[in-house]
Structure formats: C-alpha cells, structure tokens
C-alpha cells in the first residue's frame, strides 16, 4: 500500500509559487508514495479557549493529519519567517496541551521566494518550530528556490530541468529518510 505524504504549502494565495511546486512534487512521487494536498486557509485563528470546545474545521484538520505519514512543507518566506497562517495550523495542531498531533511524523522543508536567498530565513524559522513540535525534518539536502519566476513558464508551471532534477533528488532522499525514520 502506498504511504501518503501530505502538502501543506504556507502560501493562500492563487496560483501561488508554492502551488506550481506543489504541482510538480505531486505529479512526480517516488514509487510507493502519493502526495495530498491539505488546506489550511480555511482554519480559524487559533484561540486557547477553543481547547475546550469542538471546532469542526479544527478536528477536520487534526483528523487529515493524524493520518498522514509524513509532511512535506513548501512555502514562501514572509518578513524573514514563516507565514502567519502556516504558523496557524502548526499552533493548531500542537494542542490541547498533549495531543501534539506532529509529534514523530518525518518531515521536509522546501523554500522559495524571488530573492536570491530562497526563503532561508522562513525555512530556519520553520525547523526551529519543527524541532519543538519533534517532527523528524529532513537535514539534507536543504531545498531553498531562489529566484523562482524565472524558473517557471508564462503558466506558472515549473520549466527549469536543473531545478527538476533536484526536486527529484529531494523527494527520493525524503522518502529514504521516511523509511529510515519508520524502522
Ligand atoms: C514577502 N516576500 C518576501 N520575500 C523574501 O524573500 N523575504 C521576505 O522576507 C519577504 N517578505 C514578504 C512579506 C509579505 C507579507 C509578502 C506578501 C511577501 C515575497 C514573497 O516571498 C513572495 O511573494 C513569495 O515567494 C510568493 O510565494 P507564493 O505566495 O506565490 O507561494
């Protein structure tokens, strides 16, 4: 049976850079695996008092990540960290206090901006919060997409081969740290 990694990608926007990623990853999985999409724009901002009250787009959410294998993160760089909606749904699954629903999930992180730096800042912010949460996030290679307009077409559609290949390459090396991480 195939393990599911799920993409949560911390742009909302339309036809987002990180969506032309996300594109690309789910149309080239590694054998034995299919991505899935899992949307965190519709989540409420996360308040404490609602950890004691049903919130049904909260528990929908809990409930599609509990039953993923692993994670995979692609998004934008906003003010040097992360977006605040990502942060939102990380929040959101970190509680109530005990129910970590991240916690021993393999993850990986892939950034990308305009700039020439690729989202390193959103990426490190990103691992710092990872770590705490004990999801087990991919050391290397470490994927930052500097200048990514010019490497898709008038489409959005990511058309630079180099940058294919080492998608490619990232994906197998995720899904060996998957298994490494499952044994
Ligand atoms: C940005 N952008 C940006 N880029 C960057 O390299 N470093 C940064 O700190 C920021 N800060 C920032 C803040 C806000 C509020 C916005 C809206 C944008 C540009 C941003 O990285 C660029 O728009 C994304 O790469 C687009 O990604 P998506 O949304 O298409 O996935």
Redesign the pocket.
């Known amino acids: 049976m195939s393990k599911t990694i799920g993409i949560i990608?911390?742009?909302?926007?339309k036809?987002?850079?990180?969506?032309?990623i996300a594109d690309y990853v789910k149309s080239n999985a590694p054998a034995g695996y299919t991505f899935k999409l899992i949307d965190i724009g519709s989540l409420p901002l996360y308040n404490q008092d609602y950890d004691e009250k049903e919130i049904k787009e909260y528990t929908d959410f809990r409930n599609e990540v509990k039953a993923l294998d692993a994670i995979l993160f692609?998004?934008?760089?906003?003010?040097?960290?992360i977006?605040a909606a990502l942060k939102n749904a990380l929040d959101i699954g970190s509680r109530p206090y005990g129910h970590n629903i991240w916690s021993g999930k393999p993850g990986a992180i892939i950034s990308?901006?305009?700039?020439a730096?690729?989202?390193f800042?959103?990426n490190h912010h990103l691992r710092q919060v990872l770590a705490f949460l004990n999801i087990l996030t991919l050391a290397q290679p470490e994927a930052y997409m500097g200048a990514?307009h010019t490497l898709i077409d008038e489409k959005g559609v990511l058309s630079n081969e180099g940058t294919k290949e080492f998608l490619n390459k990232f994906l197998a090396a995720f899904a060996a740290w998957i298994e490494k991480t499952a044994s």
């Open positions: 990608t911390g742009s909302l926007r036809n987002s850079f990180s969506g032309s692609i998004t934008p760089e906003h003010n040097r960290s977006p990308q901006s305009p700039g730096i690729g989202g800042g959103a990514y």
